[in-house]
């Protein structure tokens, strides 16, 4: 194929989705051209089209969509109107496509390696033997521990990072012309997002291979795309290469999406020396089953107060949280609330325990029951932890709509389907809120958002802590979450507390070396940030992570 020529070509690109009986646009007549070896980065907010857009350029839309208008050509062919067997004989083959959760992409009944040799033995690629040689290969170049290995095991065996490097190397295993990367690093770590950054990048420019890379986030996309498209509610805004775009964007929304993440809360003053914590851990260690996870973990968090714990996958950031809660039962150490013991197992505690602790999940979308309205979601803790019925009933979740911004008129009737991302996460404060706690767990609840409706989540929780006094316990890998609002940080390595203290002197050397290595990780809008970075850690044409201080 010459290099010059376009593979990718799209013009005049309209997709409609389906609500109720009537079709509404979705993407508004989008052009993009794509050269082989080039990567596209494509973001924008919520609800901008970027996804709908990258499985448009394999000819695909969700259930719900259709393409109206335009033309999608790779190498010539027309995707919009070829048939079922062309499509067929081209994805998975030529055109491969990289999801954002490994997790639910892979077939949990099946080995790494089956997944991995199915596609080149059906495409007729290369035979099942040659096949598990090439995926062993691939895993090494991708820095996979034990490359010969790891695709014997099951996709639960194998840790977030590592399975997301696995799903790089099966759309590789034909050696694509064309990979769509769909959010691939969102949900990881910034010491995992970096490996997967360096291996993604490593393999595309090894096979000369074009990419789309879809994110919201401006940094990494900044280290991963030749050139950048913003898109804004189905419209394509503006297009240049990286650094122009990053130096002198020209419109106005493009500027904004640079200047996100402006919210800072001051920092609180110390707790009073003496004072009750909220919560304390003390000495608390705990396993599932015979694996030990939390080894003697102790912190606190006062009135009004929000600590940070971070660390990476694995680190026992979760575990602790649900040794609060009381879902898994340490096998030494307590947890006090208000300076009283609680009962390890939450079956044991009395019901106004419960009401006390509440907590927000990551993933909005499972949290949420899909078939009940919002208001029997938030309506369900009312009368539960509340007692409320009737009228008293309804104005609460009223009230409790009101909170959280969001008209009761407007969306109580709605079912979870039918909300933005953002605002999924929004009903599930509410949720929280209807207990009426005095601490609330928030579990990596921006990490899944774009950076716009994520600064409004963190701006929302802000006001909600100062006028109802509430205390956070905020699990983050995202370190600027932490810088905007966090008190007090905890910093967590293989089930341990490394280091801890006021988030002005965490975030001021010196630092732990694992603490170092966590700020160092943190991707800077900056092109040559990840070469530089690489560079200093002695990570190079295909050599393995220097963990330095780890």
């Known amino acids: 194929m010459d290099e010059n020529a376009q593979l990718l070509k799209i013009r005049g690109l309209r ?4 609500t109720d009986e009537t079709w509404i646009q979705i993407v508004n007549g989008v052009d993009l051209d794509l050269k082989a070896g080039e990567v596209l980065g494509l973001i924008g907010e919520s609800g901008a089209g970027k996804s709908t857009i990258g499985l448009a350029a394999m000819g695909f839309t969700r259930d719900g969509c259709r393409i109206s208008g335009g033309t999608v050509e790779f190498d010539g062919i027309d995707l919009v109107n070829a048939d079922a067997a062309t499509k067929r004989s081209l994805l998975g083959k030529r055109i491969a496509y990289v999801a954002q959760s490994a997790a639910a992409s892979f077939n949990p009944a099946h080995k790494i390696l089956d997944q991995h040799t199915e596609a080149p033995v059906q495409h007729g690629v290369m035979p099942r033997q040659k096949s598990q040689e090439d995926a062993i290969e691939l895993y090494g170049k991708l820095r996979l521990p034990n490359p010969g290995e790891i695709g014997f095991r099951y996709p639960h065996q194998v840790s977030g990072g590592q399975l997301q490097r696995a799903m790089t190397a099966m759309a590789m295993s034909c050696r694509p012309d064309l990979i769509i990367f769909d959010e691939p690093t969102t949900a990881l770590d910034v010491t995992t997002q970096i490996e997967v950054l360096a291996s993604i990048r490593d393999i595309v420019e090894q096979f000369n291979t074009a990419a789309v890379y879809i994110t919201h986030d401006l940094a990494v996309v900044a280290q ?9 509610k189905g419209d394509q805004v503006e297009e240049a290469d990286t650094r122009t775009m990053l130096s002198n964007p020209v419109e106005d929304y493009t500027k904004s999406l640079w200047a996100v993440r402006s919210f800072k809360r001051n920092q609180k003053q110390l707790a009073a020396e003496g004072s009750v914590p909220v919560v304390e851990l003390r000495n608390v260690t705990a396993a599932y089953g015979k694996v030990p996870v939390l080894h003697d973990v102790s912190f606190s968090i006062h009135s009004g107060r929000t ?3 971070v660390g990476e996958s694995g680190s026992g950031k979760s575990t602790a949280a649900r040794c ?3 879902l898994l039962q340490p096998g030494e150490g307590e947890v006090l609330f208000d300076g009283n013991v609680l009962p390890a197992d939450y079956r044991k505690r009395s019901k106004d325990q419960l009401r006390q602790a509440q907590m927000i999940y990551q ?12 208001s029997e979601i938030v309506g369900r803790p009312v009368e539960f932890y509340l007692g409320l019925k009737g009228a008293e009933k309804r104005r609460k979740v009223d009230e409790l709509m009101e909170q959280i911004e969001m008209e009761p008129a407007q969306y109580i009737h709605r079912l979870p389907s039918e909300l933005s991302g953002g605002q999924k996460q929004r ?4 949720r929280a809120l209807a207990a009426e706690p005095k601490f609330i767990i928030c579990d990596e609840v921006t990490s899944a958002l774009d950076q716009l409706v994520a600064e409004g989540i963190l701006k929302l929780l802000a006001r909600l802590q100062d006028e109802l006094d509430l205390s956070y316990m905020f699990i983050t890998h995202d370190l600027a979450t932490v810088r905007s609002i966090a008190d007090e940080v905890v910093v967590m390595k293989e089930g341990r507390v490394v280091e801890a203290g006021p988030k002005g002197e965490m975030f001021t050397p010196p630092h732990h070396p694992y603490t170092d290595l966590l700020l160092s990780s943190v991707p800077e809008m900056d092109p040559d940030w990840l070469d530089s970075l690489l560079e200093r850690r002695g990570i190079a044409n295909g050599g393995e992570a220097e963990r330095v201080g780890v």
């Open 224 to 232: 991963m795309a030749d050139k950048i498209k913003v898109l804004l």
């Open 307 to 309: 600590v940070a714990v």
């Open 15 to 18: 997709i409609e989705g389906r």
């Open 324 to 326: 609060i809660t009381g």
């Open 363 to 374: 993933m909005a979308d499972t949290a949420l029951n899909p078939r009940k309205p919002i």
């Open 427 to 430: 009903i599930g404060i509410a």
